[in-house]
Structures are given as C-alpha cells and as structure tokens.
C-alpha cells in the first residue's frame, strides 16, 4: 500500500522531468561562431530561447524549436548597445528606427544634458516647433509618464535615459545666465530625485550647449551627488573637447571625486586641428584618475566629423535669455559685430569656428524651417558664395532665421579617432536619433554614423586596418557597456540573459551611409532579437516592436 502511494507521488515528478528533458524552444539558433561579449574568441554551440531568455546554450535537438535560425559560417554576439543616441523624439515618429537596428543596436542610452522629461508649459512652449516638425503631441510631464507612453505604442529597442542638468535647470531658472538661488538648487535636486526614482539611469550634461555653460562645478557636483544616491552615473559632454580639454577633464575628475559617482565621456575627442595629436595625454590623464581610485570610462563613434547644433558656433554669452534672445541680439548691428569678433579671435570658450579649416567644413544636416530644407547636405562655403555673404554673414542669418538648426562639423584627425577606440575602456556611442529612410525622417540629412557607426568599425577597424580584434569590438559593444550601465541581465551571451542577440557575416557587414548620401541602410545583419523576438529576419524588418523600457537603480515600482 504505502510502495504504491509512493509510486502515485513520484509519477507526476518524474513526467516534469520528462517534460523539462524535451523543453520546447520559442527559438533555436544553430551552428554559429557564438562570440560572447566577453572578449573570448568564438566557440560552437547552439543557443536555445524561451520567453525572451537564453535558456540553454550547447548541443540542441531541432525539432524542439517551434522556430530555428540556421547560423553556419554566421557570428552570433550579444546585441550591440549603444551609449548615446539621441532617439527619444523619433521613436515617437518611427519606433521601429531601422537606422539602429540595421546596425545591429537593441539598446540605446539616450539623453544628452538635455533630456525628454520632466518638462513644464514653458518649456513645452519652448519645445513646440520642434514637436510640431515631427507632429507629435507633448503629453508627458515626467519619466513615469513618457515611459508609459512608449509602452502603450510598442518599441522596437530597448531604451533607457538620463535626467539631463540642463533640463532641469531650465525648469528652475530659465535660460538665465546665473547661479541658482540655494532654494532653487534645492528645487533642482528635487527634480533630479524624481527622476531617478521613475528610472533615469543617472544625470547628464553637455556643457558646451546653452545655457549649460553657465552652471559652475559645484552645481553639478550637487546634481551629480543626487543621482549618485540613488545608484545613477554620471554621463558628460564636458566643458570643451578642443583648447580647454585638459582643464574639462579635470573638472570631470573633481565632479567623479566630489559626488562618488562613476563618469562617462560621451564621444571622447581632440577637437580642431590645433589640438590634433592630444589623444595620448588625454587617455594618459583619464589613466591616472582610473589608477587613482576615479571610476571614469569612454565612449566614441569613430569619424572624424561631429554633428551638433548650429547654434554652438555662437559664444555662450550671446545664448542669455534663450533663442529669442540671441536672435535679437545677431540683429543688432553692435552685437553682431561682438558676436562676429568673438567667433574670430575668442578662445575662452570651445570656439568650433577656430577649430576648423574653413566654411566648407560645416554641412547642414537638419532645418526645423521648412523654407531652408533645401539647404541640408550644402556646406556653408557653396551657401555663402551662392549667397554673395561672408561665411560667418551666412552663419549668423541662418541661425536668426533657423536656431534649430544641426549641422555636420569636419574637426579631427583619424589618428586621434583611432587611438581613442582602442582603450580598453572606451565603448561605442551613435550619438544620433534612430532615423529611416523613409517618411519625415528620410527627409532629413543626418550624418553617416546614425546609420553606419557600429558596421563601419566592424568593416574599418576590425576588417580592413586590424586595430581590433572582432571579439574585443564585440565587447566594447556588448558587455563592457552592460558592465558601466549596470545592466546585469543583458550583454553577454549566457543562461539566464536576455536575448538581445544579432547575426550577422563577419565578411559582408558593412556601412552604406556618407556624408553625402547618408539615408542608408547599413547592410549584413542577417538577424537581431531583441528580448527573444526577431526584428530584423534573413536581412528583412519584421515589424515586431519587442523593445523594453530599461530603468535604473534608483527606480521605485
């Protein structure tokens, strides 16, 4: 009696394991070269999937897949995260953003000093044409709220975002240049708290854009201690990455030592050609404050031209009181020639006109005025001439007509580029909005890295000039940003991760897009998964929207 009721008891234990014997696979991809993230060279194994995880990795029988991907000759990596987009306004217009995952991206970090919440009626006021350019509707107010937006609506990548210092201090103060009341600092590490509770993974800056420059150190320090305290890093775009680079970095080292916070230096450069040859002391001095105790890394996007806003060619001073402000101010004939000589002869601030060679080296890449929309892809050297102006005529003009505008800026040297992406601890960043084609974003002139920056280094740096290894590039865009992230379920390929996997032929990867043609699709990726689900499938978008919302220490369910 008691042999069969054990029996009775055990049967129903020993079917589980039966079941658990033959698991049946939302997906199987088999026979690839499986590069980790790691740093490790490749090894063979199947990897099974169930319910958007890696759950085995090794030897697996086909027929227990409901799908399977045939990976031979194929690497299959970790999904490549990118440490800076700027694509929390376009996932609104196209949440599938080809332009990233062509390239391989299923996660993106965005929010660059300035970040899509928390917002107020005027800075809603403030950001309308720019929402009215892309016709969506600003319904948000803060993190919770934005976050729930892209849930309802579907993502095709994960996303994650800063709170960024200058947002917070517009709410505060405006676009004034001063220092904040103690009150109002008060009020702003109020917002930054909030934030980092409804999932910021940390506090921005990019303190080359107005009115950024008018925030002192111990602001920051401030900020930055906040979102510290609630687990967040500390990501800038420093002071100056041209002649004032080596005292930027220091400021950057004293915030690090003051908030105990860990930094990232978004897009490490030597920008204008006075400063070109400065990338070794610059990793040297970054160096020392590793050895010292100072959690600072990098991140690049490897091309010599960078693209920011136009309105970065006037002086900081001229930016007091925000766009209407220094519009007028380019109208009246006494400030304009202050403007005009302060762009000529001033190094006191990060100067892009002194930094490069001539007109011909600025290319406009995005107008909000759709009258100037015919100017993208012209340099200043062909509008100017066209025009019958002087060059910073043509500049200042355009900025009181347009001062939305973006544009594509030639102002480093190659050798400085490459010797900052082989640190071992420099990831990789698109710095760009997810883009297609396609549609109003297709209308736009971008740069090439918001479709090429992760394929190119795999074609330039890896294929053709061997500065890396394809494991080590695997890691710096894989699990070495997971790592600074803090995204311990993702970047590597191994049980239990997510499966934000791509792949793709090592031989055919490749970047399409230039400066002059850049609306390219990058080509090679046969698949990517993001969380288990594929959104690209033998080289095709699928249309699904499997992206997650990623938040960050702080955040309080």
């Known amino acids: 009696m008691i042999r069969h009721r054990v029996l009775a008891i055990a049967l129903p234990f020993l079917l589980l394991l039966r079941s658990a014997g033959a698991q049946q696979f939302d997906l199987v991809i088999k026979n690839g070269h499986i590069i980790d993230g790691t740093g490790s060279p490749w090894y063979g194994a199947d990897i099974g999937i169930k319910d958007g995880h890696i759950v085995k990795i090794g030897k697996i029988d086909s027929a227990s897949a409901v799908k399977t991907i045939d990976a031979h000759g194929l690497v299959v990596a970790p999904g490549f995260i990118d440490m800076l987009g700027q694509s929390e306004t376009t996932i609104l217009v196209d949440p599938h953003l080809p332009s990233k995952i062509f390239q391989g991206i299923t996660t993106e970090i965005t929010g660059e000093g300035n970040s899509i919440a928390p917002t107020n009626d005027r800075q809603i006021a403030e950001d309308k044409a720019g929402f009215d350019h892309y016709r969506i509707k600003q319904d948000w107010r803060n993190f919770d709220d934005y976050f729930k937006r892209l849930e309802k609506q579907g993502i095709g990548i994960n996303l994650a975002s800063y709170v960024g210092a200058t947002t917070v201090r517009q709410l505060v103060i405006g676009n004034e240049n001063r220092a904040p009341t103690p009150a109002e600092l008060e009020r702003m590490q109020k917002l930054v708290s909030d934030a980092m509770h409804q999932g910021a993974m940390g506090l921005s800056t990019a303190l080359q854009y107005s009115p950024a420059p008018y925030a002192k150190t111990e602001e920051l320090i401030a900020l930055a201690s906040t979102a510290a305290s609630a687990g967040g890093i500390y990501a800038t775009h420093m002071r100056s990455e041209g002649d004032g680079i080596f005292d930027a970095l220091d400021e950057t080292f004293r915030i690090a030592r003051e908030a105990k916070i860990p930094v990232e230096i978004w897009h490490l ?114 509008i100017a001439k066209t025009q019958g102006k002087d060059p910073i005529d043509c500049i200042l003009d355009l900025l009181a007509q347009d001062p939305g505008m973006e544009v594509v800026v030639e102002g480093m040297s190659e050798p400085d580029v490459a010797d900052a992406l082989k640190q071992p601890w420099v990831s990789v960043d698109n710095d760009s909005s997810g883009a297609s084609p396609e549609g109003i974003l297709g209308e736009e002139h971008p740069h090439p890295r918001g479709y090429g920056a992760f394929p190119r280094i795999l074609r330039k740096y890896v294929h053709e000039e061997h500065l890396l290894t394809l494991p080590d590039a695997i890691r710096k865009f894989s699990a070495l940003p997971a790592a600074r992230m803090r995204l311990a379920d993702r970047g590597v390929i191994k049980d239990g991760m997510w499966a934000d996997i791509v792949v793709f032929d090592p031989e055919k990867i490749r970047d399409l897009s230039t400066y002059e043609n850049p609306n390219q699709l990058a080509v090679g990726m046969e698949f990517v998964l993001v969380n288990g689900v594929p959104v690209i499938s033998e080289g095709k978008m699928t249309q699904a929207l499997p992206g997650k919302v990623l938040r960050g220490a702080g955040y309080e369910h």
């Open 269 to 382: 450069k030597a920008a204008g050609k006075a400063n070109w040859g400065k990338m070794p002391e610059i990793v040297s001095r970054i160096d020392v404050a590793r050895a010292s105790g100072l959690d600072i890394a990098a991140d690049t996007y490897a091309y010599t031209a960078w693209f920011n806003s136009f309105s970065a060619f006037i002086p900081p001073w001229a930016h007091d009181g925000g766009d209407a402000a220094m519009v007028a101010r380019i109208h009246d004939p006494a400030q304009r020639a202050k403007i005009r000589d302060s762009m000529m002869h001033d190094t006191n601030w990060d100067n892009e006109w002194l930094e490069i060679a001539g007109p011909e080296g600025i290319t406009i890449g995005v107008t909000v005025d759709p009258k100037l929309q015919p100017l993208e892809g012209k340099n200043i050297a062909e």
